[in-house]
């Protein structure tokens, strides 16, 4: 069993945010008397994160998926609550705590942007203390991973953003950190760029153990990432749990379209008790209880001539969108 | 091992910053003639023979200048506009997560750009002497050594006097307008404009309390042969880098608390 490396409890932030009245007046206003509010962005959440997990943190634009990463990575400091990450209090900032954590920012780079990324490596290697040979060792396991050669040698603003990315990720993970905190990692991506980057993820996971918290707007980095999603609704947790559990709750029916090889076929089909979404001739499609795909698939394909079968999965975009505009799923 | 882990960290910052700066050598030769104030000051003393009022000969006023010229260029600083810029824009979030604190980062840019500037300087000089043969002067081994020396303190002062300031941005995000208001009195009274010499002297009293002549007008005298108090000087220059690490350590770790990471 794996031991926790994230441990939150009770944790809140608030932001002091500065209001301006719109017009002459409230300009004004504001310049002589600068008024403020109090803006609690997390409110009271906690959980917990086991080493090797990798956990997607999902929310609408502004529900506080990005403000958590930062505060576990130690950027922002908590208002209130308890936080562990390997042990440590991230906000302290110590330095074996900086060796094992890693931020990725899908939209900020730390490469050094008139240098080709080697450069960036070399520095970053040595802020973490590697000597050349290691470097050299970590940079060539890195790229072959991540399948970047020539690139390495090329200035950062000549490389394309798919490039730049994988430049970033090797960057942010020459120290070999054992917590990943991605912030849409996939940002602006083309599809294979978002699918390369994916598999190395895993293939990262899976080699170090490396624990990882993702957030992304890309559902497919989600699903097939993460088998944990925590929702973050107006900075309160609403869902913490398995995915898969979450998609069958929201979504508890799938629909069967299966052609027959008759017609004939087809009225037996609709007359033999399954709950009937539409048929045309020879087609007929059909509404199954995920729980009874199996034993109901086995009951068509013994009792009747089919000619094909088609699972409609229902969009997974839809579910999740439902999740990021309600309060609370209890499962 | 921790030392020569040390050294490696700092060789390698030094020259990824000076490669960077490389690609920036026109923008950096254009700074350095930019820097030529000192020699307009020049002229407008000559040409009203002012410096007879502070018994200084033409041909050691000359040499004051163009060491002030030397002086300014390798201890010019621009912190506070770098750091404003990265922590606006969110660019300072991946540094802050890295062991090493972010403004090593910008040292190791200033002195890469130096090393970048100095054959430009040199360039120059050679055009001053040009038309100046007379302060020709070779200053000997040891006072170049101590010039050197004096000229870096200067620069570590005003480095840490920015880096207070650009730590003001977790506060009130435009900290480069309270820099500006550093700017009157280090062009006035640093003696870039006129040797603090020919200040009053009860104005002098006080300016020798501040900082500001401490960052050009004691490495140009001394650098220049001019009479001054070598020990005292290098002495007030590590008394105000000892004054001010720590208040920079605490306005940064005060600073880092307040952190938002805006911008990303």
Redesign the interface.
């Known amino acids: 069993m794996n031991k926790n490396i994230i441990d939150v409890k009770n944790l809140s932030k608030s932001?002091n945010i500065a209001t301006k009245e719109p017009g002459l007046r409230g300009t004004i206003k504001h310049f002589f008397k600068r008024q403020s509010k109090s803006i609690k962005v997390i409110k009271d959440i906690s959980f917990e994160i086991k080493e090797g997990e990798i956990v997607g943190f999902l929310g609408a634009n502004g529900a506080g998926k990005t403000t958590i990463l930062?505060i576990l990575?130690?950027?922002?400091?908590p208002s209130e609550g308890s936080i562990l990450v390997s042990g440590n209090l991230p906000?302290k900032?110590k330095?074996n705590f900086?060796?094992n954590?890693?931020?990725i920012?899908g939209?900020?780079?730390?490469l050094?942007w008139?240098?080709p990324p080697i450069?960036?490596f070399?520095?970053?290697?040595?802020?973490?203390?590697l000597?050349k040979f290691e470097a050299n060792k970590r940079i060539k396991k890195l790229s072959d991973m991540l399948e970047i050669g020539d690139e390495l040698f090329i200035p950062v603003r000549k490389l394309s953003l798919g490039q730049r990315m994988k430049s970033e990720l090797l960057a942010?993970l020459i120290h070999e950190p054992n917590i990943l905190f991605l912030d849409e990692p996939t940002l602006g991506l083309d599809i294979n760029a978002q699918r390369n980057l994916r598999k190395f993820l895993q293939k990262y996971n899976q080699e170090t153990n490396a624990t990882i918290c993702l957030t992304s707007h890309y559902m497919k980095d989600i699903t097939s990432l993460c088998k944990r999603v925590i929702c973050v609704h107006n900075g309160s947790i609403s869902y913490d749990g398995k995915l898969d559990l979450l998609l069958n709750k929201l979504s508890p029916i799938k629909e069967i379209l299966i052609i027959c090889r008759t017609e004939e076929d087809a009225i037996k089909l609709e007359n033999s008790g399954f709950t009937i979404k539409n048929k045309t001739k020879n087609e007929i499609t059909i509404k199954v209880e995920n729980t009874f795909i199996t034993s109901s698939l086995k009951t068509i394909l013994n009792n009747f001539d089919i000619e094909d079968i088609y699972i409609n999965e229902p969009p997974i975009d839809e579910i999740i969108g439902k999740i990021l505009i309600q309060k609370d799923y209890e499962i | 091992m921790k030392s020569k882990l040390i050294l490696r960290k700092i060789f390698t910052l030094l020259k990824v910053q000076y490669s960077n700066m490389l690609e920036y050598r026109v923008e950096i030769a254009l700074w350095a003639i930019s820097g030529i104030i000192p020699f307009f000051m020049l002229n407008i003393w000559t040409n009203n023979n002012l410096n007879e009022s502070i018994n200084i000969s033409d041909v050691m006023l000359s040499r004051y200048f163009l060491c002030a010229f030397f002086v300014r260029q390798f201890s010019v600083v621009w912190v506070v506009f770098s750091f404003e810029e990265d922590s606006l824009m969110g660019k300072v979030s991946p540094y802050l997560i890295q062991p090493l604190n972010p403004f090593f980062r910008y040292l190791a840019q200033h002195l890469a750009e130096q090393i970048t500037r100095f054959p430009f300087a040199i360039i120059i000089a050679f055009f001053f002497f040009i038309f100046n043969p007379d302060s020709i002067w070779i200053p000997n081994l040891d006072i170049l050594f101590l010039s050197i020396i004096s000229t870096f303190l200067s620069f570590l002062i005003q480095f840490l006097i920015q880096s207070i300031v650009a730590c003001l941005c977790f506060w009130t995000e435009k900290a480069s307008a309270i820099e500006r208001l550093l700017f009157i009195p280090t062009l006035f009274l640093s003696g870039l404009l006129a040797p603090v010499a020919s200040f009053p002297k009860y104005v002098k009293s006080w300016i020798y309390l501040t900082p500001f002549p401490y960052l050009i007008d004691f490495p140009a005298n001394l650098l220049s042969g001019n009479t001054t108090n070598i020990s005292g000087g290098l002495s007030m220059q590590i008394l105000w880098i000892i004054l001010l690490f720590p208040v920079f350590r605490k306005v940064w770790f005060a600073g880092t608390k307040k952190y938002t990471a805006m911008g990303s």
């Open positions: 932001f930062k990575c130690g950027l922002i400091y906000f900032r330095e900086l060796k954590i890693t931020l920012m939209q900020k780079q730390q050094i008139d240098l450069e960036s070399y520095l970053n290697a040595s802020i973490y203390d000597d942010a």
